[in-house]
Nanobody, 121 residues
Framework: VQLQASGGGLVQAGGSLALSCAAS????????VGWFRQAPGKEREFVAA???????TYADSVEGRFTISRDNIKNTLSLQMNDLKPEDTAVYYC????????????????WGQGTQVTVSS
């Protein structure tokens, strides 16, 4: 699976951004797909994921503000980010893996190149 993320940018606090991730390869629907982020000097952090059974998990820090969705026909993954905060500033990575309910980055085998999200205060 190859992943290509897009949609990052600069936004003021309280604003919105939408990230997209296009996947190539076969059987996209069987994968867990999600988003992680990494700020300078910090570890890679789970943001949200959707699994092959349709279930979704969010990090507590983004619950209620971010919405993850997938399209198994178009092989795409999206992340709608609302009410952005300066602490959301990071490089965001889309990822795919064969796991269920997984929120540890080491469970995911495939990674996109990352897209920068910067939220100004």
């Amino acid at each position: 699976v190859q992943l290509q993320a897009s949609g990052g940018g600069l936004v003021q606090a309280g604003g919105s951004l939408a990230l997209s991730c296009a996947a190539s390869g076969r059987a996209f629907s069987i994968y867990a797909v999600g988003w992680f982020r990494q700020a300078p000097g910090k570890e890679r952090e789970f943001v949200a994921a959707t699994y092959s059974d349709g279930s979704i998990t969010y990090a507590d820090s983004v619950e209620g503000r971010f919405t993850i969705s997938r399209d198994n026909i178009k092989n795409t993954l999206s992340l709608q980010m609302n009410d952005l905060k300066p602490e959301d500033t990071a490089v965001y990575y889309c990822t795919a893996g064969r796991c269920s309910g997984c929120k540890d980055w080491r469970s995911y085998a495939y990674w996109g190149q990352g897209t920068q999200v910067t939220v100004s205060s």
